[in-house]
Nanobody, 121 residues
Framework: QVRLDESGGGLVQTGGSLRLSCAPS????????MGWFPQPPGKEVDFVAA????????YHVDSVKGRFTISRDNEKDSVYLQMDNLKPEGAGIYYC??????????????WGHGTPVSVSA
């Protein structure tokens, strides 16, 4: 059974930073694009960033460009989302996804249980 274990969520003030981590049990890890999909409270799952199998390409939605950075370490089978200058609208449950398209339109079949991010004003 595939597991994706997210961590790193928490409560920060507006303008603060968090670094999310995800360690999928997919094998080989390098076979999968990886992405991060937040679900704001009371809303549908959205998309913020994805990275290609070997990290050569990445995509960030316009609203987070310059503030969020997705990266991966294939030696550690892990993907990360560095979130800086967080805004209240960035709050939600952040899900790690294995196998999405780089633009997030197509989502992969493997999901984690999510890690919560809260941003206080």
């Amino acid at each position: 059974q595939v597991r994706l274990d997210e961590s790193g969520g928490g409560l920060v003030q507006t303008g603060g930073s968090l670094r999310l981590s995800c360690a999928p049990s997919v094998d080989p890890f390098s076979d999968y694009n990886m992405g991060w999909f937040p679900q704001p409270p009371g809303k549908e799952v959205d998309f913020v960033a994805a990275i290609s199998r070997f990290g050569g390409q990445s995509y960030h939605v316009d609203s987070v460009k310059g503030r969020f950075t997705i990266s991966r370490d294939n030696e550690k089978d892990s993907v990360y989302l560095q979130m800086d200058n967080l805004k209240p609208e960035g709050a939600g449950i952040y899900y790690c996804n294995a196998g999405p398209s780089l633009n997030g339109i197509t989502r992969g079949i493997y999901w984690g249980h999510g890690t919560p991010v809260s941003v206080s004003a």
